[in-house]
């Protein structure tokens, strides 16, 4: 058994405001849920769902929580080796009560994608609850805790991790025993254990492709908005900053509707002259304008019986939005130079950047076209809003690119996945995207992804300050604390006692960064920052 560290960071983050009736886990409100709650909720749900369904809710909601939980552990230890920060999750599941673990192996290297781990889990409330209602069963009960743990590992790793219950206590065994191995090393998974809920999965091999997944409450929340639209031709309205996927997001909801066998059209209305706007909205009849030999159909006509997408509508012109609003009220049009209408049946989904509603009070947009397409509004979150999103778009991406540019890559560094989950994104999902397919062009063959093909040149200095630098991976360099501070002050209080200024202290910097580094100049330089010419040289001036 691995010796697991204290919990001390974990329960100093924990706040309890009886006065208020609220619990606080950093700036995350929670509740306390008794075992009888849980028990009946289980049951409730067992029933009114079936056993398949239940489970699957219970699993994705762990699954979520253990990606969730990964991010924070990558900040909460930063100076710890891997298996100190790999014991958040253990120690966290087990600070919210669902049993206590005990980390039996864990064997990893993130650059082969290897992963294996066996993990022994005591007094499973899960299993509790369900021994109490149904007595002993023939499969493994504890779903929200295989959840969970597949959802920690996967987003610790970078890659998809099935944690799996070998043993149960619900199958009266004497504790909960898990193994752990990445999704593509197991013989067989059912349905929940897939990384990717089968019912969200496309029609075709190609539209596969364009699928992303996510398991964040923002994901879910857009995600359950479409679902409840499915059976409806209610517009939609996507909003949200630029590179979030709101494109993706509308393919979702044509393939989950019922015009998914239909065409599906998109126009991103930013990328048409004005002037052009119209003929590609509506189509252009012969004889029109000069070089119109033929009649040429329109987004609306090439999308009917489908979906047609309009992405940026804010940058449609006055008459092109009073156009397209008949076109919504009316289901006609007429083409550009042509005097007969033409009918069109479409469901018309739109996407914006930028705020309609400012927009419309100042009268750069229709009101009335915007109250037309704002019947269901879906708001899109920014990719630094759901962080737990990220190791799934990495691996999705990096199997992408590695398909399309017929290249064999390994998997991440660990240091490459932590630079990954740290990054802000101002580009969003689809810088991530861009960063993937550039690492895939650029590492070798049956190598993995470092953080040389993910940053280059200047955008190195968007790594976030003294992250993922080291080599054993390790995530370093975290905001500078109170004690961190009072060292410092501590150091300079001592140097000026003794009369000694900046250079002194630069050079006690330095060697101490070249003893951490046990001599190795190279790793005193990327702790310090600097290059490795910039280090000899200062390594020179003070004669070492």
């Given at each position: 058994m691995k010796q697991l560290p204290g919990y001390a960071d974990l329960t100093k983050r924990l706040r309890?405001?009886?006065?208020?009736?609220?619990?606080?886990?950093?700036?995350?409100?929670c509740v306390l849920l008794s075992q009888s709650a849980l028990t009946t909720l289980r049951?409730?749900?067992?029933?009114?769902?079936?056993?398949?369904?239940?489970?699957?809710?219970?699993?994705?909601?762990?699954?979520?929580?253990?990606?969730?939980?990964?991010?924070?552990?990558?900040?909460?230890?930063?100076?710890?080796?891997?298996?100190?920060?790999?014991?958040?999750?253990?120690?966290a599941h087990a600070l919210t009560g669902f049993g206590w673990t005990e980390i039996e192996t864990l064997d990893s290297d993130s650059a082969s994608g290897h992963f294996h781990g066996s993990f022994v889990v005591h007094d499973s409330i899960e299993a509790a609850v369900h021994l109490a209602t149904d007595?002993?069963?023939?499969?493994?009960?504890?779903?929200?805790?295989?959840?969970?743990?597949?959802?920690?590992?996967?987003?610790?790793?970078?890659?998809?991790?099935?944690?799996?219950?070998?043993?149960?206590q619900g199958m009266g065994d004497g504790a909960c025993l898990l193994h752990a191995r990445p999704e593509a090393e197991w013989p067989e998974l059912d349905d929940v254990e897939k990384s990717v809920p089968p019912q969200m999965l496309a029609n075709s091999q190609a539209d596969r492709h364009e699928f992303v997944p996510g398991v964040s409450a923002g994901y879910h929340?857009?995600?359950?908005?479409?679902?409840?639209?499915?059976?409806?031709?209610?517009?939609?309205?996507?909003?949200?900053?630029?590179?979030?996927?709101?494109?993706?997001?509308?393919k979702m909801a044509h393939r989950a509707s019922l015009r998914k066998d239909?065409?599906?059209?998109?126009?991103?209305?930013?990328?048409?002259?004005?002037?052009?706007?119209?003929?590609?909205?509506?189509?252009?009849?012969?004889g029109a304008y000069t070089g119109a030999v033929a009649s040429r159909p329109g987004r609306f006509e090439l999308a009917h019986g489908g979906t047609l997408f309009l992405d940026e509508i804010s940058m449609l012109s006055p008459l092109a939005q009073s156009k397209v609003l008949r076109v919504i009220q009316e289901g006609e049009f007429e083409r550009v130079g042509d005097t007969r209408t033409t009918r069109v049946d479409v469901r018309l989904l739109a996407a914006s950047n930028i705020d309609l509603e400012t927009a419309m009070e100042a009268g750069h947009f229709r009101a009335d076209l915007?109250?037309?397409?704002?019947?269901?509004?879906?708001?899109?979150p920014p990719l630094r809003h759901r962080r737990e999103d990220i190791p799934g778009l990495m691996e999705h991406f990096r199997a992408k690119y590695a398909r399309r540019h017929r290249r064999e890559v390994?998997?991440?560094?660990?240091?490459?996945?932590?630079?990954?989950?740290m990054h802000e994104y101002p580009g969003n999902v689809r810088e991530l995207e861009r960063m993937v397919e550039r690492a895939v062009l650029l590492v070798n063959d049956r190598e993995a992804i470092d953080l040389r093909h993910l940053f280059l040149g200047s955008d190195r200095m968007r790594i976030r300050a003294g992250l993922a630098l080291t080599n054993d991976g390790r995530v370093s360099g975290?905001?500078?604390?109170?004690?961190?501070?009072?060292?410092?002050?501590?150091?300079?209080?001592?140097?000026?006692?003794?009369?000694?200024?900046?250079?002194?202290?630069?050079?006690?910097?330095?060697?101490?960064?070249?003893?951490?580094?046990?001599?190795?100049?190279a790793q005193a330089a990327r702790d310090l920052g600097l290059t490795r010419r910039q280090l000899a040289s200062r390594l020179e001036k003070i004669g070492r």
């Open positions: 309890f405001s009886p006065e208020q009736g609220r619990i606080w886990r950093d700036s995350e409100r049951s409730q749900l067992v029933v009114q769902l079936g056993l398949a369904r239940a489970r699957r809710l219970f699993w994705d909601m762990g699954f979520a929580e253990g990606a969730r939980c990964a991010v924070e552990a990558k900040e909460l230890r930063p100076d710890r080796g891997f298996l100190e920060a790999f014991a958040v999750g253990p120690q007595g002993v069963s023939a499969d493994s009960v504890c779903w929200l805790q295989t959840g969970f743990a597949s959802g920690f590992a996967s987003s610790f790793a970078g890659q998809p991790i099935v944690m799996r219950e070998i043993e149960c929340a857009v995600r359950n908005m479409i679902e409840r639209a499915a059976g409806t031709d209610a517009s939609l309205l996507f909003l949200g900053e630029t590179g979030v996927g709101k494109e993706v997001f509308a239909a065409p599906f059209v998109a126009l991103n209305c930013a990328a048409i002259p004005e002037g052009l706007i119209e003929a590609e909205l509506f189509g252009v009849a012969k915007f109250f037309r397409l704002a019947t269901l509004p879906i708001q899109v390994a998997g991440f560094t660990a240091r490459s996945i932590n630079a990954l989950l975290a905001e500078v604390g109170k004690e961190q501070d009072q060292s410092i002050s501590h150091l300079v209080g001592l140097l000026r006692q003794k009369g000694e200024g900046l250079k002194a202290v630069e050079s006690r910097i330095v060697e101490a960064a070249l003893e951490a580094a046990r001599g190795n100049v």
